[in-house]
């Protein structure tokens, strides 16, 4: 069953901590995406990849990192320098970075620092 | 990418039809028109999109007006299922992502 699986659902952490978020999918797709979503608000991107080995910021890329090593995953850090962690995180992927082609999502990880 | 205007929430009677209205006066020639919608706590779900054409799928029926500045998505039936959230997002071609606003938040009432 094709699709994209972000894991754990629910992640906690204390203040100071780097924790990385994973995102995975089997679909084949070129280019995948993360989102911050905050309570009531709509999603913002946070970086963004056309192809493997390749990534660029989007438009809350400070306190993150991404890499894409392998066409499959594009796994996210949130570091201790992000000021705001807490947050609803949904990683995408799309068949490739173009207008036409629709972005899938995962169902998300929420993330709580305390 | 071009800014959209959707009604913060619209209420629609089970079994009726289900027009969702989006402005998007500042469209370019090259951006397409795309729907999604979210339940509370899960990732969005693609619903269609379109260039020009008006377009149809399984789910839901897009008119583009000729000039482009609005588009309605049609949901043909509502169920009680089609509560969520809808977004009406425009998308450069060369796309680096998808821009999201607050959305209309459709409320199916049985």
């Known amino acids: 069953d094709g699709g994209i699986t972000q894991s754990p659902k629910y992640l906690f952490r204390k203040e100071g901590q780097n924790v990385t978020l994973s995102c995975e999918q089997n679909?084949?797709?070129?280019?995948m995406y993360w989102y911050r979503q905050d309570p009531g608000q709509g999603l913002r991107l946070i970086y963004y990849s056309q192809i493997v080995n390749d990534f660029q910021k989007g438009d809350i890329a400070e306190g993150y990192s991404v890499s894409r090593e392998k066409k499959e995953s594009f796994p996210l850090t949130v570091t201790s320098a992000q000021k705001n962690p807490t947050a609803f995180y949904l990683c995408?992927?799309?068949?490739?970075?173009?207008?036409?082609?629709?972005?899938?999502f995962g169902n998300g990880t929420r993330l709580t620092v305390t | 990418d071009a800014k959209t205007t959707q009604p913060p929430s619209m209420d629609c009677a089970e079994g009726r039809a289900a027009n969702l209205p989006c402005n998007h006066s500042?469209?370019?020639?090259?951006?397409?028109v795309y729907w999604y919608r979210q339940i509370h706590s899960q990732g969005p779900q693609y619903i269609i999109h379109g260039l020009k054409n008006n377009e149809t799928n399984e789910m839901a029926s897009l008119i583009i007006t000729e000039d482009r500045k609005s588009s309605t998505l049609i949901l043909p039936h509502a169920t009680l299922r089609d509560t969520a959230v809808y977004y009406c997002?425009?998308?450069?071609?060369?796309?680096?992502?998808?821009?999201f606003g607050k959305g209309t938040h459709l409320i199916i009432q049985p």
């Open positions: 995408a992927s799309s068949i490739e970075g173009t207008g036409n082609s629709p972005l899938h």
């Open positions: 500042t469209i370019s020639g090259n951006e397409y």
């Open positions: 679909l084949n797709h070129d280019a």
């Open positions: 997002i425009v998308r450069v071609a060369g796309g680096d992502g998808l821009t």
